[in-house]
């Protein structure tokens, strides 16, 4: 059964291999020792990212990702993840990174928040980071962009 998909709100995701990439994310997920129900992944442009900012978070900055957890318990994760592309674009090129590895590792930074992780203060963000060059180098050693 289908447990991630990928959806376009006003952006479109390219990538290649969508396979692979939805059979690592569950695999994140059982590693971090998490029960995946279903995970959305929403692409979006910067304007529609800061309109959810705004309307939920009450924030008015533009950011890359925004992750919800919709579980009504613990014991299962049911999420949506918001990713702008137009974010994670500049991004690539302010890290001189390729945007598909940028891309890849926003991907996993909002599976990474369900499984529990955070990323507000120093620690967390040192922790957080950690977890994302895991992962990523993981996913690229049998995957390469």
């Known amino acids: 059964m289908q447990k991630i998909y990928f959806n376009s709100a006003d952006r479109a995701f390219h990538f290649n291999s969508k396979k692979p990439l939805k059979s690592f994310i569950q695999r994140i997920f059982l590693l971090e020792k998490q029960n995946l129900e279903t995970l959305h992944y929403i ?10 900012n705004k309307d939920f978070l009450h924030h008015d900055y ?5 992750t919800f957890n919709l579980s009504d318990t613990s014991k299962i994760i049911e999420g949506e993840v918001y990713i702008s592309i137009d974010r ?4 690539a090129l ?4 390729g945007y598909k590895e940028e891309c890849l590792r926003v991907i996993f930074h909002g599976a990474l928040h369900l499984c529990g992780y955070k990323d507000k203060t120093k620690k967390e963000i040192i ?3 950690e977890k994302e ?4 180098h993981l996913y690229l050693k049998t995957n390469p962009i």
């Open 43 to 52: 692409f979006c442009s910067d304007d529609y990212l800061l309109q959810i």
């Open 62 to 66: 533009y950011t890359d990702i925004i």
């Open 127 to 129: 922790r957080m980071r």
């Open 133 to 136: 060059n895991e992962y990523l």
């Open 88 to 91: 994670v674009k500049e991004n």
């Open 94 to 97: 302010l890290q001189k990174t």
